[in-house]
């Protein structure tokens, strides 16, 4: 299939784009890298009646690292990440969960603000940066900035706290301290596809975080801020303990209720923890 006609424009500035978007009254769409939304246009899943296209925006691809974080344009893509053109010393997980999205293709062309604001609860992008306690920062038409907390940017499958005409521009990441810890498990059919269940663990004693996210559910994902009473006082990578009741009780409140489903979420999450907890 092919998708319904819509209108084309590509704005200078953030500016002009989210006076795009306002004057479409609800009905526009923003692309950058096409990677999600051209499948869907091509499958008439969405038929916008006009197509705003920010990637070449100056605003939404630029990056800045200083000490107390990392931030990156939306219109940055995950190979951008991967090969290192965004440098990542505050933060060095970056580029191996970059590399671990989808296909090459896909990554060249994928931003991050693009994955972020798809919403797909199997993004690995939605999960790590809710658990490196990113910051959104979007416009809007007036021009006034807002600050998201992206645990609270996604609000359900394919749904994110955008308002209307609003653009995510940015995403500031914090710095991870020296002795941070950081661990990803990804369970998928085959290389490439989408998680059927993931888990992340971040241990930053210097910060005193022991955070853990259960992704891929069939929502937004299910993070714990404080994991302790997930892991107990005792981090042995070597010996994994984990209160699996804790554990399924919040899946089941975020609908993941099959026996197998449960299993495959708390199996990613023990993977992530000895990953983390590891000397």
């Known amino acids: 299939m092919k998708p319904a006609n819509f209108d084309y424009v590509r704005p200078r500035t953030v500016a002009e784009a989210t006076k795009a978007l306002l004057s479409a009254n609800g009905s ?6 096409g990677q999600s939304l051209g499948p869907m246009l091509n499958l ?5 009646s006009l197509l705003v296209d920010i990637a070449g925006l100056p605003e939404l691809t630029q990056v800045k690292q200083d000490r107390a ?3 990156v344009g939306a ?3 995950a190979a ?3 090969d290192g053109r965004v440098p990542s010393a505050s933060v060095p997980v970056l580029p191996r969960i970059a590399g671990g999205i989808a296909y090459r293709a896909v990554r060249n062309r994928g931003t991050i603000g693009g994955s972020l604001c798809h919403a797909d609860p199997a993004a690995d992008w939605v999960c790590t ?3 490196l306690g990113a910051i959104g920062h979007a416009v809007g038409p007036d021009g006034k900035g807002r600050d998201i907390p ?3 940017f996604m609000l359900a499958a394919f749904e994110n706290s955008l308002a209307d005409a609003e653009i995510l521009v940015s995403v500031t990441i914090p710095a991870l301290s020296p002795s941070a810890r950081f661990g990803y498990s990804k369970i998928s ?3 490439g596809k989408f998680a059927m269940a993931n888990g992340i663990v971040v241990q930053d004693p210097n910060h005193r975080t022991l955070r853990a996210v259960m992704g891929a559910t069939d929502g937004k994902p299910i993070l714990i801020e404080d994991a302790r009473p997930v892991f107990g006082e005792r981090l042995d990578a070597s010996d994994i303990r984990v209160d699996e009741t804790l554990l399924k009780r919040l899946l089941t409140d975020s609908g993941v209720t099959a026996d197998r489903a449960q299993h495959l979420h708390i199996t990613a999450l023990r993977r992530a923890a000895q990953e983390a907890f590891a000397a």
């Open 80 to 82: 951008d990440i991967e």
């Open 75 to 77: 219109a940055i893509t």
């Open 28 to 33: 526009a769409k923003v692309i950058a890298g």
């Open 44 to 48: 008439r899943l969405v038929q916008p």
């Open 129 to 131: 940066l809710a658990a």
């Open 189 to 191: 059919r085959k290389t």
């Open 69 to 71: 974080g990392l931030t």
């Open 150 to 152: 992206l645990k609270q």
